[in-house]
């Protein structure tokens, strides 16, 4: 397993943008794919976005076309641009790593399939 701690999240009106990011430790970053997940209030946790080892993403579709995932595997960091915020897009975020993959192109949607997650971060939008 990888130690991930998320940062970026705060409170941001509708419309607005923020990146959060995601720095991981441990084995090999570059090897495996990451995926982003969220959790509103009352809520089950949902899949955001995931990204591969080779840098192919898939999102789901609330948040195509508002939010990229992009990774720098030159420091151990997967990031989330998330733009046209709205109110609904409100909950704790949280990064997730999917360790077994090891350098196949799997896009992960599920949470069973990763292995380890970061604490989390609050994203709140106001409207």
């Known amino acids: 397993q990888v130690q991930l701690v998320e940062s970026g999240g705060r409170l941001v009106q509708a419309g607005g943008s923020l990146r959060l990011s995601c720095a991981a430790s441990?084995?090999?970053?570059?090897?495996?794919?990451m995926g982003w997940f969220r959790q509103g209030p009352g809520k089950e946790r949902e899949f955001v976005a995931t990204?591969?080892?080779?840098?192919?993403?898939y999102y789901a579709d609330s948040v195509k076309g508002r939010f990229t995932i992009s990774r720098d595997n030159a420091k151990n960091t997967v990031y989330l641009q998330m733009n046209s915020l709205q109110p609904e897009d409100t909950a704790i975020y949280y990064c997730?790593?999917?360790?077994?993959?090891?350098?196949?192109?799997?896009?992960?949607?599920?949470?069973?399939?990763?292995?380890?997650w970061g604490q989390g971060t609050q994203v709140t939008v106001s409207s």
């Open positions: 441990g084995r090999t970053f570059s090897s495996y794919a």
């Open positions: 990204i591969s080892w080779s840098g192919s993403t």
């Open positions: 997730a790593a999917a360790t077994g993959t090891q350098k196949s192109n799997l896009l992960l949607t599920t949470p069973a399939r990763y292995d380890s």
